[in-house]
């Protein structure tokens, strides 16, 4: 049964999104945040037990988000190269790759890197699904489809967090739940049978430009 559709505006030549369709890009963002949820709480956590200096957790913290803005800004040209699905798939095997490290053991070098790498997974993940459900949900209900987004994402890191409860901190179980739920992520999305949206128009970010009309607002973005 469809209750989710493609914009109509198109000269009316909208295709219907099958609700279970919609449903599979929902469902593996929210795998991948219960993943994500236990890993966030893990890390900081098993650098605490092993007796590592604070100022870890923050430095791997700062890798996250310069690997995050690198994944904002190379996300789109890999989309353009080959497709939504395939990004997707990509980037889940990212973090799979960055949860191993982390399970390698402590080491907080490494854990900079791997962090880094996860962070470059994720938003790009996030640019994907987001652009994906914008292209196939009609404006109508693009709100309430964002919202059963967020919110499933959100319950997902919510699992995750709790999860860390029960498991052994100083053993590698956390790294290889997040790895599961990120590789049972892929399926959904591997399956589906949605349409796939155009390649997207390449744009740029202007920083002079942006620099001259508000250059504290340019050093609030990149110091967050």
């Known amino acids: 049964m469809t209750i989710l559709e493609r914009d109509q505006d198109k000269n009316g030549l909208g295709q219907p999104a099958p609700a279970i369709a919609i449903a599979s890009i929902l469902l593996s963002m929210a795998l991948i945040a219960v993943g994500n949820g236990l890993m966030f709480a893990y890390i ?6 092993e007796g590592f200096d604070p100022t870890w957790a923050g430095l791997i913290v700062t890798g996250l988000s310069a690997g995050g803005l690198a994944g904002c800004i190379l996300t789109g040209p890999l989309v353009r190269r080959v ?5 997707f798939m990509v980037l ?3 973090i799979v790759l960055s949860n191993a490290a982390v399970g ?6 490494p854990w900079i890197a791997a962090r880094a790498l996860y962070g470059f997974a994720i938003c790009g993940l996030f640019i994907v699904a987001q652009s994906w459900l914008n292209d196939v949900v009609a404006n109508a209900i693009r709100g309430r489809v964002m919202a059963i987004f ?22 590698a179980d956390a790294p290889l739940i997040g790895i599961a739920f990120t590789a049972l992520s892929i399926l959904p999305v591997g399956l589906t049978r949605l349409a796939q949206p155009p390649a997207p128009q ?5 920083l002079g430009r942006a620099w001259r009309i508000s250059p504290v607002g340019v050093a609030g973005m990149l110091a967050v």
């Open 104 to 109: 390698a053991g402590p080491h907080p070098l």
């Open 202 to 206: 390449a744009a740029s970010v202007a």
């Open 92 to 94: 889940s095997a990212l």
């Open 44 to 49: 900081p956590v098993r650098l605490g037990a």
């Open 150 to 171: 967020y919110v499933a994402y959100v319950a997902g890191l919510g699992v995750g967090y709790s999860t860390l409860a029960l498991i052994d901190i100083r053993a």
């Open 83 to 87: 497709g939504h699905a395939r990004v």
